[in-house]
């Protein structure tokens, strides 16, 4: 693999930063017109910081590449692709070939800027992403990253995936990038159960016998995978009293959060209570994601609690 490299245009750009390259089929458009922001389904909301602007008063250069970084991470999600282990699904890696930068405007401190990333051409073996920063629908800064898709112990480059080549495809022709499934604890138990482990046991320090209960078995359960097959998200569904269903364990991988997949699982547990004659839906919330469950349309009943060590609100919506 060659060496990592960058090229700035425009008359606020001066040279720094690095990128990456690879190469897949065609989707999106070609960057020979400025970008739009209605060419990108994906963007990513940012605000500037006093650190990131210069003695211009303006943002600092090389700080634009960080901002598409940011954007890229946040597509990966939008994707449905936590990236270690979608590259180990993969069975290789993105790798940073080129970055092209072009300024257009400044942003200033305090500005609410919103970046866009799409999939502009995938080759062989190579991927290059189009970005763009627009304070509204005011264009700022446009660029390419250009990756290249290779084995990573030796660095040598391979064919991109057909079935990430899909993905793709499916994200950019407004498909939806997860899908869930509601079954047994037989069913689904293995793939819920690990989600659990790693968001309850591992990352909150749950102790293992508090999350694991005999209540699994005649539970409800919720699977959310993404398009490669691989587990996201879960949640249960169990009946409390007669005429009232209650949710609980629901939990997302940390790299997918902010991504809709709670919602989805949610979504279908809630129609699944409604579709055995549930009349209303409890559940307890972490204080923490109250708000999640607030937009969801529950309300809370009670004073706060402790449940496993960890504040809690019970909450309820009817059906």
């Known amino acids: 693999m060659t060496n990592d490299t960058t090229t700035t245009t425009g008359s606020t750009g001066s040279t720094t930063g690095t990128t990456s390259t690879a190469s897949a089929p065609t989707t999106g458009t070609s960057t020979a017109t400025a970008p739009r922001r209605a060419d990108f389904r994906h963007l990513e909301r940012l605000r500037v910081r006093w650190a990131e602007v210069d003695l211009q008063q303006i943002v600092f250069n090389g700080h634009y590449l960080l901002y598409f970084d940011t954007a ?16 180990q699904a993969l069975a290789g890696d993105f790798f940073v070939r080129k ?3 072009e300024y257009h405007a400044s942003a200033r401190y305090d500005d609410i800027i919103d970046v866009g ?25 446009s660029g390419e990253l250009v990756y290249v898709f290779a084995n990573p112990a030796t660095q040598t480059s391979q064919p991109v995936p057909q079935a990430f080549r899909a993905v793709l495809r499916a994200f950019e022709a407004g498909e939806p990038m997860a899908t869930v499934q509601v079954g047994d604890w037989a069913t689904l138990g293995a793939e819920a159960g690990a989600i659990r482990k790693t968001v309850f046991v591992d990352e909150q320090g749950i102790p293992a016998e508090l999350e694991w209960d005999a209540g699994d078995a005649d539970c409800v359960h919720a699977v959310a995978r993404n398009r490669l097959g691989l587990a996201l998200a879960t949640g249960r569904l169990l009946a409390s009293e007669p005429g009232v269903a209650k949710i609980g364990r629901m939990a997302v991988l940390p790299s997918l959060r902010g991504s809709r997949l709670g919602r989805q699982v949610l979504d279908a547990l809630m129609q699944a209570a409604g579709a055995r004659g549930d009349a209303s839906v409890l559940l307890h919330a972490q204080t923490s994601a109250a708000p999640f469950y607030l937009r969801a349309g529950f309300t809370p009943e009670g004073a706060e609690f402790e449940e496993a060590g960890i504040p809690h609100l019970a909450m309820r919506r009817m059906l």
Do not use: E, K, Q
């Open 72 to 87: 890229v991470s946040g597509w990966w999600r939008a994707l449905g692709l936590p990236y270690h282990a979608t590259m």
């Open 99 to 101: 970055s092209t930068v």
């Open 117 to 141: 990333v799409r999939a502009a051409r995938i080759g062989n073996s190579s991927m290059a992403l189009d970005c763009a920063v627009f304070r509204g629908d005011a264009l700022l800064v």
